[in-house]
C-alpha cells in the first residue's frame, strides 16, 4: 500500500502520546482527569497494536481497558470522592514507600534489560506468526487457533480466576453493605 | 492491519474535527453574557447547597466489577465461537466442545453463586 | 495518494450522511409522537415539516456556550466528543451493501462493543464533570445500566458468532441467506431468543424507553446532560438519534440478512466490477427499509409504554435476560452439534419458523386493519396532517 511510509511517523505519534499521557497520568493531581488521561493512554497503545499488525489485541485492549477497567476506576474515584490531591496529601509511612521505590527500581531494571539485550531478542527463534501469515489468515483466527490449541490450560485457568474473583468481590461487597445495615440499624435503636 | 484501521483513525480526526468545529463556530457566533446565577448549576430554581459529588452506593461498584468479570468472560467466548466451526471442520468438534463445557461450566457456579448470595439484590 | 483522498471523500461522506440520518431522525420521532398522541407535531418547516431539524440545528449554533462555574471545565468539554465518537466509530464495520462500507475489519464484532464502551465514559464523566445532583445521579445510573446491558448484549452476540463462525460482519451478511429462510432469526428457537434480547439489550444501551431511567425527565430533570446547552447538547443529541441508526443496522446485519437482496451473491460476484451496480443500489435500499423499519419500532416503543424502576432494570438484566441468554447460547451449541446444515430437522424447522413469524406479522396487520373499519377512525390514523 502506498500509505506505507507513515508507519514511522505514526508509531512515533502513538509512541509519544502513549507515554505523554502515561506520565500525565502519574503528574496530574485530579484523579478523574488523571482517568481520562489513563484512556487516551489506553487508546493510543492500541494504535501501536495496530502498527504491530495485531489487530485483535488492538480491539481487545479498549474493550477491556478502555472499556471495563476504565469505568470500575472511575466508579472507585466517584466512590471515594476523591478530592484532587486528596491522596498526595495524605502522609505516607517510610517503610511502604521504601518497598515501592525498591520494586519499582527492579521493575524498571528488567525494563532496561530487555532494551538492553535487544540483540538477544532479535536473535531468538522467530514465531510462525509473520506479518505475511497474518495478512492471509487474519490475526483474529491466528490469537483464536493458538489461544484454544497451544494455551488451553491457561484459558482454562482463567475461568477458575474468574470464579474466584467473582467470590471475592461478593465477599467484600457483603462486608461492606453489612456494615452499613448494622450501623443503621443501630442508629434506628437510637431514635 | 495498518491499511484497514486508517479509515477509522480518519473517521475518528473527522468526527472529532467536525464536532470542534461547530463548537468552536457557536462559540464565535453565540452570545457571550456572563453573570453569576446563569452560571451556577441547575438544581430546580433553589440556589445549590452543598457539593453534588457526594458518596455512592457501593452496588455500582459491585455492577462494575460484574460487568468486568462477564467483560473479560466475553473476550475468550467470542473468539472461540468465531474459531468453532474450523475446529469441528478439523475433525476437532468434541474436543473444543469439552474445552468450553468446562469454562462455562466453572463460570456458572460462579454466576450461581453471586444469585443465591443476593448479591445482585437492588434495593 | 489518490487512495489517501479516495478514504478522505468517503469519510466525509461518511460522516455527513450519518448525521443528516440522526438530525432527520429526531423530526421523525417527533412527528410519529405526535401522531401517535393525536398531535401533530412539527410540519412547519418545509413540506411535513422535514427540515425542521436544520432550524433546530441553526439555532443551537447561535446559543451560548454556558459552562457552569462550579464544572470541571476540562471534563465537561470532553464528555460530548467522546459520546458523538463512541456511536459515529461503531457504524465504520457495518456493510451497507457488497463494497459500501468503510472498513472491512475483521475483529468487526468485538470493535463494535469496543466503542459502546467511549459512550458510557463520556456519559459517566459529562455527568461528574457537571457538579449538578441529577447530572450526577443520571450518569451514575447511565453508566450501570449501559455496562450491565452490555453482558446480555455479548451473549446474544455469541449466538449469531457461533452460527457464523466469524466475527467479520460482512461474513456474516455473506453466511446468511437473502431468503428470510436463511436468516439467523428464523434458524432455530435459539436465535429467535438471541434476537429479542439483542434488541431489548440495545434499547437499555441506548438510553431508551422503558430504559430511559437517566433522563427520566419527571425525576432527574434530564440526566447527564441537565447542565449542557446549545451545540455541545446537540452532540449529545445527535448521539442519541444517530444511535437509532446504529441498533437497526446492527440487529439487521446480525439477524435479518444485512444487505443481501433478493437473490443468492455467488463467488462470480467477489471479484469488485463483477457486481452490477444495480444490485449494489437495490442492496443498500434494501438494507435502509430493514433499518428504518427497526427505527420505527423502536420509536413505538419509546411512545408506548412506561418507564422501569432502576431496581427492575437490574432485576430483568441480571436476573433474567442473563440467565436467559446463557442458556439460549448453550442452547445454540448442542443445536449446532446435533442438527447438521440443510439436514431435514433444520429444514424443518427454519420454515415452520419463518412462516410463524410471517403470520403474526400478517395478523397483527389484520386486527389492525379490523379495528379501524370498526372504530371508523379515518382521521387519526393518516401519518401526514
Same mark, same amino acid.
Given at each position: 500500500?502506498?500509505?506505507?511510509?507513515?508507519?514511522?511517523?505514526?508509531?512515533?505519534?502513538?509512541?509519544?502520546?502513549?507515554?505523554?499521557?502515561?506520565?500525565?497520568?502519574?503528574?496530574?493531581?485530579?484523579?478523574?482527569?488523571?482517568?481520562?488521561?489513563?484512556?487516551?493512554?489506553?487508546?493510543?497503545?492500541?494504535?501501536?497494536?495496530?502498527?504491530?499488525?495485531?489487530?485483535?489485541?488492538?480491539?481487545?485492549?479498549?474493550?477491556?481497558?478502555?472499556?471495563?477497567?476504565? *469505568?470500575? $476506576?472511575?466508579? +472507585?474515584?466517584? @466512590?471515594?470522592?476523591?478530592? /484532587? &490531591? !486528596?491522596?498526595? %496529601? =495524605?502522609?505516607?509511612?517510610?517503610?511502604?514507600?521504601?518497598?515501592?521505590?525498591?520494586?519499582?527500581?527492579?521493575?524498571?531494571?528488567?525494563?532496561?534489560?530487555?532494551?538492553?539485550?535487544?540483540?538477544?531478542?532479535?536473535?531468538?527463534?522467530?514465531?510462525?506468526?509473520?506479518?505475511?501469515?497474518?495478512?492471509?489468515?487474519?490475526?483474529?483466527?491466528?490469537?483464536?487457533?493458538?489461544?484454544?490449541?497451544?494455551?488451553?490450560?491457561?484459558?482454562?485457568?482463567?475461568?477458575?480466576?474468574?470464579? *474466584?474473583? $467473582?467470590?471475592? +468481590?461478593?465477599? @467484600?461487597?457483603?462486608?461492606? /453493605? &453489612? !456494615?452499613?445495615? %448494622? =450501623?443503621?440499624?443501630?442508629?434506628?435503636?437510637?431514635? | 492491519?495498518?491499511?484497514?484501521?486508517?479509515?477509522?483513525?480518519?473517521?475518528?480526526?473527522?468526527?472529532?474535527?467536525?464536532?470542534?468545529?461547530?463548537?468552536?463556530?457557536?462559540?464565535?457566533?453565540?452570545?457571550?453574557?456572563?453573570?453569576?446565577?446563569?452560571?451556577?448549576?441547575?438544581?430546580?430554581?433553589?440556589?445549590?447547597?452543598?457539593?453534588?459529588?457526594?458518596?455512592?452506593?457501593?452496588?455500582?461498584?459491585?455492577?462494575?466489577?460484574?460487568?468486568?468479570?462477564?467483560?473479560?468472560?466475553?473476550?475468550?467466548?467470542?473468539?472461540?465461537?468465531?474459531?468453532?466451526?474450523?475446529?469441528?471442520?478439523?475433525?476437532?468438534?468434541?474436543?473444543?466442545?469439552?474445552?468450553?463445557?468446562?469454562?462455562?461450566?466453572?463460570?456458572?457456579?460462579?454466576?450461581?453463586?453471586?444469585?443465591?448470595?443476593?448479591?445482585?439484590?437492588?434495593? | 495518494?489518490?487512495?489517501?483522498?479516495?478514504?478522505?471523500?468517503?469519510?466525509?461522506?461518511?460522516?455527513?450522511?450519518?448525521?443528516?440520518?440522526?438530525?432527520?431522525?429526531?423530526?421523525?420521532?417527533?412527528?410519529?409522537?405526535?401522531?401517535?398522541?393525536?398531535?401533530?407535531?412539527?410540519?412547519?418547516?418545509?413540506?411535513?415539516?422535514?427540515?425542521?431539524?436544520?432550524?433546530?440545528?441553526?439555532?443551537?449554533?447561535?446559543?451560548?456556550?454556558?459552562?457552569?462555574?462550579?464544572?470541571?471545565?476540562?471534563?465537561?468539554?470532553?464528555?460530548?466528543?467522546?459520546?458523538?465518537?463512541?456511536?459515529?466509530?461503531?457504524?465504520?464495520?457495518?456493510?451497507?451493501?457488497?463494497?459500501?462500507?468503510?472498513?472491512?475489519?475483521?475483529?468487526?464484532?468485538?470493535?463494535?462493543?469496543?466503542?459502546?464502551?467511549?459512550?458510557?465514559?463520556?456519559?459517566?464523566?459529562?455527568?461528574?464533570?457537571?457538579?449538578?445532583?441529577?447530572?450526577?445521579?443520571?450518569?451514575?445510573?447511565?453508566?450501570?445500566?449501559?455496562?450491565?446491558?452490555?453482558?446480555?448484549?455479548?451473549?446474544?452476540?455469541?449466538?449469531?458468532?457461533?452460527?457464523?463462525?466469524?466475527?467479520?460482519?460482512?461474513?456474516?451478511?455473506?453466511?446468511?441467506?437473502?431468503?428470510?429462510?436463511?436468516?439467523?432469526?428464523?434458524?432455530?428457537?435459539?436465535?429467535?431468543?438471541?434476537?429479542?434480547?439483542?434488541?431489548?439489550?440495545?434499547?437499555?444501551?441506548?438510553?431508551?424507553?422503558?430504559?430511559?431511567?437517566?433522563?427520566?425527565?419527571?425525576?432527574?430533570?434530564?440526566?447527564?446532560?441537565?447542565?449542557?446547552?446549545?451545540?455541545?447538547?446537540?452532540?449529545?443529541?445527535?448521539?442519541?438519534?444517530?444511535?437509532?441508526?446504529?441498533?437497526?443496522?446492527?440487529?439487521?446485519?446480525?439477524?435479518?440478512?444485512?444487505?443481501?437482496?433478493?437473490?443468492?451473491?455467488?463467488?462470480?460476484?467477489?471479484?469488485?466490477?463483477?457486481?452490477?451496480?444495480?444490485?449494489?443500489?437495490?442492496?443498500?435500499?434494501?438494507?435502509?427499509?430493514?433499518?428504518?423499519?427497526?427505527?420505527?419500532?423502536?420509536?413505538?416503543?419509546?411512545?408506548?409504554?412506561?418507564?422501569?424502576?432502576?431496581?427492575?432494570?437490574?432485576?430483568?438484566?441480571?436476573?433474567?435476560?442473563?440467565?436467559?441468554?446463557?442458556?439460549?447460547?448453550?442452547?445454540?451449541?448442542?443445536?449446532?452439534?446435533?442438527?447438521?446444515?440443510?439436514?431435514?430437522?433444520?429444514?424443518?424447522?427454519?420454515?415452520?419458523?419463518?412462516?410463524?413469524?410471517?403470520?403474526?406479522?400478517?395478523?397483527?396487520?389484520?386486527?389492525?386493519?379490523?379495528?379501524?373499519?370498526?372504530?371508523?377512525?379515518?382521521?387519526?390514523?393518516?401519518?401526514?396532517?
Amino acid at each position: 500500500m502506498e500509505l506505507t511510509f507513515i508507519k514511522p511517523f505514526m508509531f512515533y505519534f502513538f509512541a509519544s502520546l502513549t507515554t505523554g499521557s502515561a506520565l500525565m497520568v502519574v503528574i496530574i493531581r485530579n484523579p478523574l482527569y488523571s482517568a481520562a488521561m489513563l484512556v487516551l493512554t489506553f487508546f493510543s497503545l492500541a494504535g501501536i497494536y495496530v502498527l504491530l499488525n495485531s489487530e485483535i489485541i488492538a480491539v481487545l485492549q479498549v474493550f477491556v481497558y478502555a472499556g471495563a477497567i476504565m *469505568v470500575l $476506576v472511575t466508579f +472507585v474515584i466517584m @466512590l471515594l470522592n476523591l478530592r /484532587s &490531591g !486528596a491522596l498526595i %496529601n =495524605k502522609p505516607t509511612h517510610i517503610i511502604r514507600s521504601v518497598v515501592a521505590v525498591i520494586f519499582s527500581f527492579l521493575l524498571f531494571i528488567c525494563l532496561i534489560s530487555i532494551f538492553v539485550s535487544g540483540n538477544q531478542v532479535e536473535n531468538a527463534p522467530k514465531g510462525v506468526i509473520t506479518a505475511a501469515a497474518i495478512e492471509s489468515e487474519g490475526s483474529f483466527q491466528l490469537f483464536s487457533r493458538a489461544l484454544f490449541s497451544e494455551y488451553l490450560l491457561p484459558f482454562e485457568l482463567v475461568s477458575l480466576l474468574l470464579t *474466584v474473583a $467473582v467470590i471475592g +468481590v461478593v465477599v @467484600l461487597i457483603r462486608g461492606i /453493605s &453489612g !456494615a452499613e445495615e %448494622n =450501623k443503621q440499624a443501630k442508629k434506628g435503636q437510637g431514635r | 492491519m495498518f491499511h484497514s484501521f486508517g479509515p477509522i483513525l480518519m473517521q475518528l480526526v473527522l468526527a472529532i474535527g467536525f464536532a470542534g468545529a461547530i463548537v468552536a463556530l457557536t462559540a464565535i457566533i453565540g452570545p457571550k453574557k456572563i453573570n453569576p446565577v446563569k452560571m451556577d448549576s441547575y438544581e430546580c430554581g433553589v440556589d445549590p447547597f452543598a457539593d453534588a459529588r457526594g458518596a455512592f452506593h457501593v452496588k455500582f461498584f459491585l455492577v462494575a466489577v460484574l460487568f468486568i468479570l462477564f467483560d473479560v468472560e466475553a473476550i475468550f467466548v467470542i473468539p472461540w465461537a468465531g474459531s468453532f466451526l474450523a475446529f469441528k471442520k478439523a475433525g476437532l468438534g468434541l474436543f473444543i466442545y469439552l474445552e468450553m463445557a468446562f469454562f462455562m461450566a466453572i463460570l456458572l457456579a460462579g454466576y450461581y453463586y453471586i444469585l443465591k448470595k443476593g448479591a445482585l439484590k437492588w434495593e | 495518494m489518490t487512495q489517501f483522498i479516495y478514504m478522505f471523500i468517503f469519510a466525509v461522506i461518511y460522516l455527513l450522511s450519518i448525521a443528516v440520518a440522526a438530525g432527520f431522525l429526531t423530526v421523525v420521532e417527533r412527528r410519529i409522537a405526535g401522531r401517535m398522541q393525536s398531535r401533530i407535531g412539527p410540519n412547519r418547516v418545509g413540506p411535513q415539516g422535514i427540515v425542521q431539524w436544520i432550524a433546530d440545528a441553526v439555532k443551537a449554533l447561535q446559543k451560548e456556550d454556558i459552562i457552569p462555574t462550579d464544572a470541571h471545565s476540562f471534563l465537561f468539554k470532553i464528555a460530548p466528543y467522546l459520546v458523538f465518537m463512541g456511536v459515529f466509530l461503531t457504524l465504520v464495520p457495518i456493510p451497507f451493501g457488497a463494497y459500501t462500507l468503510m472498513e472491512n475489519l475483521d475483529t468487526g464484532i468485538f470493535y463494535v462493543l469496543a466503542m459502546a464502551s467511549f459512550v458510557v465514559i463520556g456519559v459517566m464523566m459529562g455527568g461528574w464533570a457537571s457538579n449538578n445532583k441529577w447530572s450526577l445521579l443520571g450518569g451514575m445510573r447511565s453508566a450501570a445500566q449501559m455496562i450491565s446491558y452490555e453482558v446480555p448484549a455479548a451473549l446474544a452476540v455469541f449466538v449469531v458468532v457461533v452460527m457464523a463462525g466469524t466475527l467479520n460482519f460482512q461474513k456474516i451478511v455473506f453466511s446468511q441467506g437473502a431468503s428470510p429462510v436463511d436468516w439467523y432469526v428464523f434458524r432455530n428457537p435459539f436465535a429467535f431468543i438471541a434476537f429479542n434480547i439483542f434488541f431489548i439489550a440495545a434499547l437499555a444501551e441506548g438510553n431508551r424507553v422503558p430504559f430511559d431511567i437517566p433522563e427520566a425527565e419527571s425525576e432527574l430533570v434530564s440526566g447527564y446532560n441537565t447542565e449542557y446547552s446549545g451545540m455541545r447538547f446537540l452532540f449529545f443529541f445527535l448521539a442519541e438519534w444517530g444511535n437509532l441508526v446504529v441498533i437497526g443496522a446492527l440487529v439487521s446485519t446480525l439477524f435479518f440478512g444485512g444487505w443481501n437482496f433478493w437473490f443468492e451473491y455467488t463467488l462470480e460476484f467477489s471479484v469488485p466490477g463483477r457486481y452490477p451496480i444495480r444490485f449494489e443500489v437495490l442492496g443498500f435500499l434494501w438494507f435502509l427499509f430493514k433499518v428504518s423499519i427497526f427505527v420505527f419500532i423502536i420509536i413505538w416503543i419509546r411512545w408506548t409504554l412506561p418507564r422501569l424502576r432502576i431496581d427492575q432494570l437490574m432485576d430483568i438484566c441480571w436476573k433474567y435476560m442473563v440467565p436467559i441468554g446463557l442458556f439460549a447460547s448453550i442452547g445454540i451449541l448442542l443445536w449446532m452439534y446435533f442438527v447438521p446444515e440443510k439436514s431435514l430437522a433444520d429444514t424443518i424447522m427454519r420454515y415452520s419458523m419463518t412462516s410463524f413469524g410471517g403470520l403474526t406479522i400478517l395478523y397483527f396487520f389484520y386486527r389492525v386493519f379490523q379495528n379501524l373499519r370498526v372504530t371508523k377512525a379515518k382521521i387519526y390514523a393518516n401519518p401526514f396532517v
